[in-house]
């Protein structure tokens, strides 16, 4: 057998090409499933990681993922916002033991500024209930004040004490931005892997300073209150885009959800977190699925490519067959020889995807992180990577069989005798 093994490598060797190319289809049929597994896996986790410890998002009544993605993940927008009254109500409900305003709807060279208070730094978490840090500078305290997240003051090379100058919604238009009212960076966010990265973080009083002299998203004609004026005014917002609740017993979060949306001064929404980003992947399923799919009919498409180029090099190894045959290889030994050639090229272009899966995410992680806020997870694969890959395997082993049988029945006199 080992004789017949040494010959079989040799003969490997011989189609060195052609199985090179088989092994490379199959590996990349599985770099795609493995992907595509890895990417969907790693979605999911970072839009979850993205806020942690908040037991309710109340904000006006809408659509509940709505709310979640542009007060979380900074993402579409919320056709209305919730007044500062409903937002004191809240305050003095039982079992509230904190509160955190947020207050969208301006953004700085494409990066949206968030309107909060102190608080958010301090109840705030993401990942595993992991704190903000500042990695330079410190909060913001007065009017006109501004912390970065990490990558808006990568991208754009920011330092402390450097003046910006926000927008008015996306900064479209002539008028849009508030350049006569910069704001001076006095803070620096460590990197998290969330939106944070790509927030711009002022008070609500400098929200509400900014648009003083505004009304209908336009600055009044004739009226142009100069910024040192401006912080004499009752700066108290009016409104705001949400607001993130922690409770002293999260046993507690259903009661208050009823009361929030039994509010009879305003028409409130309570939602849940994890309610809602199940809502949010129930909408995505689909495509999730339409991925894997595809990535499976690659996988079907690698494999039966690695079943055609053996049954096809058949016709020319008949010789070669028939040689082990008369050195003394019975039918079984073909049989067994020819599913481990099938067995060990689905294995080997297998684990070449899984360790290509591995180097790209190493490769784009941080690029996927700068740009898309994604963290992919370097680790080894998860539980359904494993189960794929074992898939990938067994089918590959199963189907070398077929050449296999081909082969065990082919006769010492079918291969020795020239075929006209």
């Known amino acids: 057998m080992k004789t017949l093994l040494g010959l079989a490598l040799r003969s490997a060797w011989n189609r060195r090409l052609t199985l090179g190319l088989t092994l490379a289809a199959v590996a990349l049929s599985s770099l795609l499933l493995l992907g595509v597994e890895r990417l969907r896996a790693d979605l999911r986790a970072s839009f979850a990681m993205s806020v942690s410890g908040v037991d309710l998002v109340v904000g006006a009544r809408g659509s509940p993922v709505q709310l979640m993605l542009y007060s979380v993940f900074r993402m579409g927008e919320v056709s209305q916002n919730m007044s500062w009254a409903s937002v004191q109500w809240l305050e003095q ?11 969208l709807g301006d953004s700085h060279r494409g990066y949206p500024v968030l309107g909060t208070t ?19 500078g410190r909060r913001f305290e007065g ?25 008015h919604g996306s900064g479209e238009g002539p008028t849009a931005e508030h350049s006569d009212r910069p704001f001076v960076v006095v803070g620096i966010l460590g990197r998290t892997g969330t939106p944070v990265d790509r927030s711009v973080h002022v008070s609500l009083q400098s929200m509400q300073a900014l648009h003083l002299d505004w009304a209908g998203g336009a600055p009044i004609p004739g009226l142009a209150i100069p910024a040192p004026m ?3 005014f009752d700066l ?11 409770l002293d017993n999260r046993a507690a979060v259903f009661g208050l959800q009823r009361a929030v949306n039994g509010h009879g ?3 409130l929404m309570g939602v849940l977190p994890g309610v809602a980003l199940d809502e949010l992947w129930q909408l995505v399923a689909v495509a999730e699925r339409y991925a894997q799919l595809v990535s499976l009919l690659v996988v079907a498409v690698g494999l039966t490519g690695l079943v055609a180029v053996i049954l096809a090099g058949l016709n ?16 079984l030994d073909i049989f067994a020889l020819l599913a481990l050639e099938g067995g060990t090229l689905s294995l080997a272009g297998s684990v070449l995807g899984a360790a290509l899966v591995w180097v790209l995410v190493l490769m784009l992680g941080p690029w996927l ?3 898309y806020g994604l963290t992919l997870a370097s680790g080894p694969p998860g539980a359904t990577e494993w189960r794929l890959l074992a898939g990938i395997i067994a089918v590959g082993v199963a189907a070398g069989l077929l050449p296999s049988w081909r082969a065990y029945r082919l006769s010492l006199a079918d291969g020795m005798t020239p075929r006209l």
């Open 230 to 232: 401006l912080r004499k």
């Open 118 to 136: 102190p608080a958010y730094f301090d109840r705030f978490r993401y990942g595993d209930r992991r704190e903000l840090r500042l990695v330079a």
């Open 236 to 246: 108290t917002p009016k409104s705001v885009t949400a607001v993130f609740v922690g």
């Open 93 to 103: 409900q039982p079992g509230v033991a904190w509160t955190v305003p947020v207050s």
């Open 265 to 267: 001064g305003e028409a």
């Open 369 to 371: 992180q700068a740009n």
């Open 143 to 167: 009017v006109f004040e501004a912390v970065l997240g990490a990558e808006v003051a990568e991208r754009l090379g920011y330092r402390l004490g450097e003046q910006i100058a926000l927008a």
């Open 316 to 331: 020319e190894r008949r010789r070669e067959l028939a040689i082990l045959r008369s050195v003394g290889a019975r039918p």
